[in-house]
């Protein structure tokens, strides 16, 4: 889609253990290419020092598997949490829809 697109890890939790629901879980990763990554961040700083929270947009390939419950790991090495559900997202000039979107919230600190 992208010529110079990231490399993202989605990690999916996968309950390994049907009995105890939570005991076990595991995430399960996979990759997907191709995947432009809008970065943004905010700093707030409470009693005990500062926190980092970052918010990030992805724009992935028609067909990525990405779902609301995973977390993805971004080339730099963080891990972000999906917020809300991965959506299609259209082009305000062509009105093609190429991609999805997914929204990651990311806190650090304290």
Sequence with gaps: MWKRGETITVLRPTNVNSRHP???VTEVPHTIDNVVINWSGTSEINDRGEVVVSDVVLYLPAGSDIRSIDRVMLPDGDRYHVVGKP????SPRTGRRPGIEVKLKGVKGA
Excluded: M, N, V
Aim: net charge neutral.
């Design 22 to 24: 939570g005991d076990g």
């Design 87 to 90: 959506a299609p997202w259209r």
